[in-house]
Every structure is written in structure tokens, then in C-alpha cells.
């Protein structure tokens, strides 16, 4: 099987990389872009832990080919991070509101709902919760998590 | 999970792809969202030596022309829930795609996979059989027009040859004084259905049922058309006579077997949602508020 050569955008950063056609894009982001904030958990596009933007649009990475993202650019959860490297607000929601415990649904999480939250600012609680119902945690109960984003929505929406 | 190794092409068009794939024999597949292939081929039961990349064969803009509404095969389940005109012309089938897996899913899977996939358990195939829609393809054989009705064959079969691509999906405009709705029963959301209805209800004048039309899917191979057996609404206002026609639906349909239920739970429930879609579908065409199915 050949290498085939994938250019991304991957938070605004050009990565170039060497990957066989059955790559997912998940394992390509953390082995050759070095994102390992973005998580593998179920491989089969259930669980949202794997949740990346793909220009733009919510995707499970798990089940994208890296080489169907050649030229694509992606965001991770690091790609939330103030220019600065602090934290995002809803970052720093999730934070203050207790909406992580293990974290390993945190980056999927926190992407979805930075993205529905983007599309959506007058979303209330029940449309978040709609919102993020694809994205699974075993840790929280989920209402920190909608907790969180909906404080971060509010105050998106409040502040304009 | 890793797929097994496989060659990768991109398509430029739907003339290259379908070239690629008769280049590629039998185990050259296509590939579009990958919402389907990809988790099957991520667990080893597809194995394609050559997949051919048709995401950017075409443009995938939903359009209305004159009294149809033209879905291009590339067209995202998201696209569909976001498309003004879709929401117009027929509901039922924004209204399902929304149903479908999840928000990531959504985004990346198309309805040209969908129909093409023919999982019966999926939520567009029901609804593009009950709209009477047409799958336009290309294929080794050249250009054909195909009803939805004549796609589905069995389990993930369908009519279309090896290597022959569904390019556009179109779908009849409702007319005057029809609704449609679509109404599923899943165990989780996002799941696959384990019964789901789609209906088009036409009123007359004085509010009753001049004519409608009911497909069932999830509970056998392929999405059944039911029709002929809700014959009793004709004429009568669909509030009265709703019930009484689900559940000659229900007694019409055949059920295979399923993990998800007996067939005597599975029975009631396409009682149950064929009812809530015929009546979602005659609250529309009074004009009623959208998205009233589980009411």
C-alpha cells in the first residue's frame, strides 16, 4: 500500500503527512500533527469523543480517511485556546462548572457545543441538550456539561 | 479498528468515478460521506481493494425546479434539515433527516449513500419511496431514471448495477392541501429505527382525507408501501379515522425478525407511529405548525 501525500490546516498550522489510504484522519491528527488532544473511544462514529471540525463542520475523525481531508482545514479542541494559550470561555465554562470529570469526552464535547453555540446563540437549555446528544459521557450525568455550556451561551449572547 | 489496505482515488466527476469503478472491478467501491463504508470497512466486513472518492464529483446545492425538488446525491442529511425548500416541498424528508445517527454523521453523510446503502432500518429510503421520488444514476450502461419504489430490493441490495452512482434524487413537490410526516421509534436517539412510518395525507375542502399514502420501513428488508390498506381514509376526516387505518397497516406489514422487539411489540408500534405520521402529515396539509409528530 502506497503513501500518499495529505496537506491540513490543522488549527491554522500546515501539516504535511505521509499516510496510507486506511489512516483514519483521528490517528493522523495525533501521531503526525501531534494532536493528541483529539481522542479515539469507539472507532465506529457513535461515542463524538473523536469529534474534530472539518472545515468548519462537526465530523467523527474515527471515520473519516485522513487522505478524504487532503487540503481540509481541521480544528481541534486546541485550536479553542485563546492566542495566548489561555483558555477559551467554554473551556473555562466546563472548568467552573465542573463539566469534566475524566475527561476523555471533554473534547468532543466542548467542540460540538463551540460549534452549535456558534450557529445557534439563542439555543436554550433543551436545544443544547439536543445539540449534544450524540456525544457520550460516562463520568458527569451530562448536566455539568450542560451546565457549562449553557452559562457560556448566555454570556455569548448577553455580551454580544 | 483499522480497514484493511486499500487504493484511494479522488473523482473530479461523476464520469471519471464511474470509469474509475468499472477500471476497478468488482472490488472498487465509491465512497461519499462514509457514514456507512467507513464503520464497515473499519470492522472488516467491507474490504474494497480501490475506494473511488465522489465527494467532490458534483455540487451539492438542494434546488426547487417548477414542481420538484432536486436533491443532489452529494446533498448532506445536515443540508437537507438546513434547506428551506426541502422543509416545502416535503417535510418528511428534513424532518428524517434529522433523525439520522448523530450531528458528526449528519454532516458527512448523503443521501445518494443512504438510499444507495439501503439499510432497512435507515430513515431516507422510507421517505423517498413514500414521496414517490426518482433516483437518477449514472452507470457503465449510461444515464436511467429509477423510482424509488424499484430500488429497494432486500437487505443493503438494491437495483443498481455495479458501479452505478445515484447522481440526483428527485422529489415531487406536495401540491395543494397535502402533508407529509415522518415518525420513527428509536431506543436512543440517533439510532437506527426500529419502526418507522412516512405518510402523505391530501384534504379536500371541507378537511377530509381525499387521498393518501403510507410507507412503513425497519420492519422488513426494504421500506413497505402500505397504501392499499389505508384505503378506508378516503373521505373520511383523519382525526376519526386515523386509528382504524394505522392499524390496518399494521396488520398488513410484514415483520421480519429483529433483536429489537417481538414481532407483536414491533407490530403495535407501526400501529402507533403510522398513526402519528398520518396525523402530522393531515395537520400540515390544514397548515398546522411543523414538527408536531410525537404530539
Known amino acids: ?160 | 479498528m483499522y480497514a484493511s489496505p486499500f487504493e484511494y482515488a479522488r473523482a473530479g466527476s461523476w464520469a471519471e468515478a464511474v470509469e474509475r469503478i468499472a477500471d476497478g472491478g468488482e472490488d472498487a467501491r465509491a465512497i461519499a460521506g462514509g457514514q456507512s463504508l467507513a464503520p464497515m470497512m473499519m470492522l472488516r466486513m467491507s474490504e474494497p481493494a480501490l475506494l473511488v472518492d465522489v465527494g467532490g464529483a458534483a455540487p451539492r446545492a438542494i434546488e426547487r425546479r417548477n414542481g420538484t425538488l432536486l436533491v443532489p446525491a452529494l446533498a448532506r442529511h445536515a443540508d437537507l434539515e438546513a434547506s428551506a425548500e426541502a422543509w416545502k416541498a416535503f417535510a418528511a424528508l428534513p424532518e428524517a433527516a434529522a433523525c439520522i445517527g448523530n450531528v458528526r454523521v449528519r454532516h458527512r453523510g448523503t443521501i445518494g449513500g443512504s438510499l444507495a446503502h439501503a439499510d432497512p432500518s435507515a430513515e431516507l429510503p422510507c421517505v423517498a419511496v413514500a414521496a414517490r421520488a426518482h433516483v437518477r444514476t449514472l452507470g457503465p450502461s449510461g444515464e436511467r431514471t429509477v423510482p424509488a419504489a424499484e430500488l429497494f430490493v432486500s437487505h443493503f441490495t438494491t437495483t443498481l448495477e455495479h458501479g452505478e452512482l445515484i447522481t440526483h434524487v428527485e422529489v415531487p413537490a406536495l401540491r395543494e392541501g397535502e402533508g407529509c410526516a415522518f415518525a420513527e421509534l428509536v431506543r436512543r436517539p440517533g439510532d437506527f429505527a426500529t419502526v418507522e412510518a412516512c405518510a402523505v395525507v391530501q384534504l379536500d375542502a371541507g378537511g377530509r382525507c381525499s387521498e393518501a399514502r403510507l410507507v412503513v420501513g425497519a420492519t422488513a428488508d426494504r421500506p413497505l408501501d402500505v397504501t392499499e390498506a389505508i384505503g378506508a381514509l378516503r373521505g373520511e376526516e383523519p382525526e376519526a379515522a386515523a386509528e382504524a387505518a394505522a392499524r390496518a397497516a399494521a396488520a398488513a406489514v410484514e415483520i421480519g425478525p429483529s433483536a429489537h422487539g417481538s414481532e407483536e411489540y414491533r407490530r403495535e408500534m407501526v400501529a402507533v407511529f403510522a398513526r402519528r405520521a398520518l396525523l402530522a402529515a393531515a395537520a400540515r396539509a390544514r397548515g398546522e405548525e411543523d414538527g408536531t409528530w410525537s404530539a
Not at chain 1, 31 to 47: H, L, P, S
Not at chain 1, 83 to 109: I, K
Open chain 1, 1 to 160: 500500500m502506497e503513501r500518499v501525500k495529505v496537506t491540513l490546516a490543522v488549527n491554522g498550522r500546515e501539516v504535511e503527512a505521509w499516510v496510507t489510504p486506511n489512516q483514519p484522519l483521528s490517528e493522523v491528527l495525533r501521531t503526525d500533527a501531534g494532536q493528541t488532544d483529539v481522542k479515539y473511544g469507539c472507532g465506529e462514529g457513535v461515542c463524538g469523543t473523536c469529534t474534530v471540525l472539518l472545515d468548519g463542520d462537526p465530523v467523527n475523525s474515527c471515520l473519516v480517511f485522513a487522505v478524504q481531508a487532503d487540503g481540509a482545514q481541521v480544528t481541534t479542541l486546541r485550536g479553542l485556546l485563546e492566542a495566548d494559550g489561555t483558555l477559551g470561555a467554554l473551556q473555562q465554562s466546563f472548568l467552573e462548572h465542573g463539566g469534566s470529570q475524566c475527561g476523555f469526552c471533554t473534547p468532543g464535547m466542548v467542540l460540538t457545543a463551540h460549534w452549535y453555540v456558534g450557529g445557534h446563540p439563542d439555543a436554550d437549555r433543551d436545544e443544547l441538550r439536543a445539540a449534544l446528544a450524540g456525544n457520550f459521557c460516562r463520568c458527569t450525568g451530562y448536566g455539568k456539561i450542560l451546565d457549562a455550556v449553557e452559562a457560556y451561551a448566555q454570556e455569548a449572547a448577553g455580551g454580544g
